[in-house]
C-alpha cells in the first residue's frame, strides 16, 4: 500500500466516523460539527484527486455556509445562550479535538508535498488548471443547467420573503429611510422669537 | 480553450426562454399592482402560458411536419415529439388550475400575492425542463425547480397548523428522494462515464460496464423515482400533503407534475436504461401492484375527500405503471411504442379527471369553508343537479366505469399487459379497481341519496362554472372518442423513441 492510498483509507475512516456521528449524535450541536468535520474530510478527499478548486470551494461554501446552519440550530431550537456559555467547558473538549483533527488533516497535506508523493495515474497535464477548466466548462457545455441553477436559487428567495415577510406592522418603532432623507432642519427645529428678558 | 464551443441552438427551448422571462417581468409588475388589482398578475399569467403555448405549437412537428428529435446545450435539451405534445398539455393544465384557483385565492388575501402566481410559473418552467431533459443534471435541476416552488406554497397559508405540517413532511420527504435520486444517479455515472442519457443507453447496449454498480444505482434511482411519482413503499408524503395543503396547491400539485413525472420516467427507464428493463420491469411491477392494493384499500376508510383523492392518485399511479412494465418482453420491444402510449394515454385522462375532482371542491368552498370532507358532498343534487351530475361523471370516470375517458385508460393498459403475457397482473389490477369503485361510488350516493348539510347556493362566476363544466363533459366526450388522444401519443411516442 503505497502512501497515497494510506491517506485515502485514513481520511475515508474519519468521514465515515463523522457521518454516523451526524445523524446518532443527540445534541444538534455535535451533529453540527461533526457534520463540518465531515466536509472537510471531503475536501482532504477531493484534494487527493487532484481537484484543488473543488476541495477549496467545499471548505469555504460548505464550513461557511454550514456556520450558518450552526446558528440557525441554536436559534431555532430555542436554546438558552446562558445554559450554551455554561456548557462551554463541556463542549471544549470534543471541539478542542475535532479542530486538531483538523490541522493535522491539513498538516498531512503539507507535508505529503514535502514527502514527493508521487502523482495519480490520470493525473492532468501540468499548466492545466482545474479552476480554469471548471469555469470554462460551466459556461459553455453546462451552461443550460448552470442558468437553471441561478433560477433556483431566486425560487429559494421567493420563497424565503414569501413566507416570512408579514408586512410593515404600524405598532412597531420604524424609520423609512426614503422620507428620512428628505428631512429638512425646519421639519425637526423650530425658532421661536420671545421678548428678551430683563432682570 | 474555447475552440470547441458553438453558441447553442436556442430556438428549440423559445418556450422556455420566453416563461422565464415573463415570470422576472411579473415579479417586478407585482411591485407596482395593489392587493386589490391582483386580477392583473393573474390575466399576465395566463396570456404568458398562452404564450408559451402558440410558441410551443408553432415550433413543433404539428406545424413544421418534421418529427425528427432536436438536441441542444450539448444535448443536455431534448424536444421530441414526446415533450412538445406533454408540453401543450401542461400549459393547458396550469393555465386550468389558475383558473380554479382563481375564487379560492381572491377569498384567501393572504395567499392572493405575486408571488404564489410567480411561484406557479417558475414551478411549471421546472416542470418543462424535465419533459425535456436528457441528462441527469438537467432532469435534477428541472426536480428541484419544480418541487422548491411547491414547498413554499404549501405553507404559504400560514395560519393553518395542518399546512405548516404538510409542507415540512413535504420538504423533508422531498430533500431525502433527492438524496437517493442523486446517490443513484451517481453511481450510474460511475458505471458508464457519462450523464447525457442517450450516451449512457449507447454505453449500456455495448456493454463492458460494471453490473454491481450498475444494479445499485438503477435501485436507489427507481426508489427517488418512486418518492417523486407518490408509489408504495414511498407514498407516505402523498396523503398528508394533499390534506394539509391548501386546495389549490393540491389541485397543483395532484395534476401538472404528474405528466412531467411521466416524462422522466421514460427519459431515464425507457431512453436510458432500456438495456436493464428486465431488472427495472419486475421492480415497478412489484410497486405497481402494492400502490393499486393499499391506494385503494385506504382510501375506504377516508373521510376527508381531499384524503381520498390522495390515495386514489397512489392507486392511478400504480396503474400507470403497468403500461409501462409490459413495453418490452423477453428483450423484444415490439410492442413498446404502443405500452408506453397506454401509459401516455392514462397519465393525460388522469389529469384531466384529478383537475375536475379538485375543481369540484374549489367550486364549493368559499371564504372560511374548505368543503373538503365527504359530508360536505350530501346532497349536492338538491344545491345544484348540473353541478352533481358533472362529480358523479368524474368518479365515474376515476372509477373506470365504461364510456368514461377512465375506462379507457385503464383498458388500454390492461390490453397491453395481456399482450406482455402478465395475466395474473391484469387480474389482480381488475380486481384492486373493483374495489376502488367503492369509495367513487359512495361519492355519488352521498350526492343523490343524503340530505344536504348546508344549502348555501354556489357562488361561484361564470368562468369557472363553464370550464368546470367542459372539464366534466370532456371526461365523457374523450369516453366515446377516445382516438383522437390515443393517436396523438402513439404517433408522438413513435417519433420520439425512433
Not at chain 1, 457545455?141 to 408586512?167: H, K, N, Q
Not at chain 2, 359530508?375 to 362529480?391: C, H, V
Request: glycine share 8%; hydrophobic share 60%; proline share 3%.
Amino acid at each position: 500500500m503505497d502512501f497515497q492510498t494510506l491517506v485515502f483509507y485514513f481520511l475515508s475512516a474519519i468521514l465515515v466516523y463523522a457521518a454516523l456521528r451526524v445523524i446518532t449524535a443527540r445534541n444538534p450541536v455535535h451533529a453540527v460539527l461533526h457534520l463540518i468535520l465531515a466536509f472537510f474530510t471531503c475536501g482532504g478527499i477531493w484534494a487527493l484527486l487532484q481537484a484543488e478548486f473543488l476541495a477549496i470551494a467545499i471548505i469555504l461554501v460548505y464550513v461557511g455556509a454550514v456556520m450558518v446552519l450552526f446558528l440557525f440550530v441554536v436559534m431555532m431550537l430555542d436554546i438558552n445562550i446562558d445554559r450554551l456559555r455554561e456548557g462551554f467547558w463541556n463542549y471544549l473538549p470534543l471541539g478542542a479535538i475535532l479542530g486538531l483533527v483538523m490541522v493535522w488533516e491539513m498538516g498531512m497535506v503539507l507535508i505529503s508535498r514535502n514527502l514527493q508523493v508521487p502523482a495519480a495515474r490520470a493525473a492532468v497535464a501540468s499548466g492545466v488548471s482545474n479552476t480554469r477548466e471548471i469555469g470554462a466548462l460551466m459556461f459553455t457545455d453546462f451552461v443550460y443547467p448552470f442558468e437553471l441553477a441561478s433560477v433556483v436559487l431566486l425560487v429559494g428567495m421567493i420563497a424565503a420573503i414569501a413566507l416570512t415577510y408579514r408586512g410593515r406592522n404600524p405598532s412597531r418603532k420604524y424609520t423609512d429611510p426614503g422620507r428620512q432623507v428628505f428631512v429638512k432642519a425646519k421639519d425637526r427645529l423650530r425658532v421661536l422669537q420671545m421678548p428678551v428678558e430683563k432682570d | 480553450m474555447f475552440d470547441h464551443f458553438v453558441v447553442p441552438n436556442l430556438q428549440p427551448a423559445a418556450s422556455e426562454i420566453f416563461l422565464l422571462v415573463m415570470a422576472l417581468a411579473i415579479l417586478l409588475i407585482d411591485l407596482f399592482v395593489k392587493d386589490s388589482r391582483r386580477t392583473v398578475i393573474f390575466a399576465l399569467s395566463v396570456l404568458t402560458l398562452l404564450g408559451c403555448a402558440v410558441i410551443q405549437y408553432a415550433g413543433s412537428a404539428f406545424v413544421t411536419g418534421v418529427g425528427e428529435t432536436t438536441y441542444t446545450f450539448s444535448n443536455m435539451f431534448v424536444d421530441d415529439l414526446m415533450s412538445d405534445m406533454l408540453k401543450l398539455f401542461l400549459y393547458l393544465t396550469v393555465i386550468i388550475v389558475l383558473f380554479y384557483s382563481r375564487a379560492y385565492l381572491v377569498d384567501r388575501s393572504e395567499m392572493n400575492k405575486g408571488e404564489y402566481y410567480v411561484l406557479l410559473l417558475l414551478a411549471t418552467l421546472g416542470m418543462m425542463v424535465m419533459i425535456s431533459a436528457n441528462s441527469f443534471v438537467t432532469v435534477y435541476i428541472g426536480i428541484e425547480l419544480l418541487a422548491l416552488p411547491l414547498y413554499a406554497m404549501v405553507a404559504m397559508n400560514r395560519q393553518s397548523l395542518a399546512a405548516s405540517e404538510a409542507a415540512m413532511k413535504y420538504f423533508i420527504l422531498g430533500a431525502l428522494a433527492s438524496g437517493l435520486l442523486l446517490y443513484g444517479m451517481s453511481m450510474i455515472y460511475g458505471a458508464t462515464g457519462s450523464l447525457e442519457i442517450t450516451a449512457i443507453a449507447e454505453r449500456l447496449a455495448n456493454g463492458d460496464v460494471n453490473g454491481n454498480l450498475l444494479a445499485f444505482g438503477l435501485v436507489f434511482l427507481i426508489a427517488g423515482l418512486a418518492f417523486k411519482l407518490g408509489i408504495v413503499p414511498f407514498h407516505m408524503w402523498i396523503p398528508d400533503v394533499y390534506h394539509g395543503a391548501p386546495t389549490s396547491v393540491t389541485l397543483l400539485i395532484a395534476s401538472a407534475p404528474k405528466l412531467a413525472a411521466f416524462a422522466i420516467v421514460m427519459r431515464l427507464l425507457v431512453n436510458g436504461l432500456h438495456p436493464l428493463a428486465g431488472d427495472w420491469q419486475v421492480m415497478l411491477m412489484i410497486m405497481a401492484v402494492l400502490s393499486m392494493a393499499i391506494g385503494n384499500l385506504a382510501a375506504i376508510v377516508q373521510t376527508n375527500i381531499k384524503r381520498m383523492l390522495a390515495y386514489s392518485a397512489i392507486s392511478h399511479m400504480g396503474f400507470m405503471l403497468l403500461g409501462i412494465v409490459s413495453g418490452v418482453v423477453d428483450g423484444n420491444a415490439r410492442l413498446a411504442t404502443e405500452a408506453y402510449s397506454s401509459s401516455m394515454f392514462y397519465v393525460i385522462s388522469y389529469v384531466l379527471m384529478s383537475l375536475g375532482a379538485f375543481g369540484m371542491i374549489l367550486l364549493l368552498a368559499r371564504a372560511g369553508f374548505e368543503a373538503d370532507t365527504l359530508d360536505d358532498f350530501k346532497g349536492l343534487n338538491q344545491r345544484s343537479p348540473w353541478f352533481a351530475a358533472i362529480m358523479m361523471m368524474l368518479m365515474f370516470s376515476m372509477a373506470g366505469i365504461p364510456f368514461f375517458v377512465g375506462f379507457f385508460a385503464k383498458f388500454s393498459v390492461l390490453m397491453f399487459v395481456i399482450a406482455a403475457g402478465h395475466t395474473w397482473l391484469a387480474i389482480v389490477a381488475v380486481l384492486f379497481s373493483l374495489i376502488g369503485a367503492f369509495y367513487y361510488l359512495r361519492v355519488v350516493k352521498l350526492m343523490y341519496f343524503d340530505a344536504p348539510q348546508d344549502k348555501t347556493p354556489i357562488v361561484d362566476g361564470p368562468d369557472m362554472r363553464l370550464l368546470i363544466s367542459v372539464n366534466g363533459v370532456a371526461v365523457a366526450a374523450l369516453g366515446l372518442f377516445p382516438q383522437f388522444i390515443m393517436a396523438l401519443c402513439v404517433i408522438s411516442l413513435r417519433y420520439s423513441l425512433g
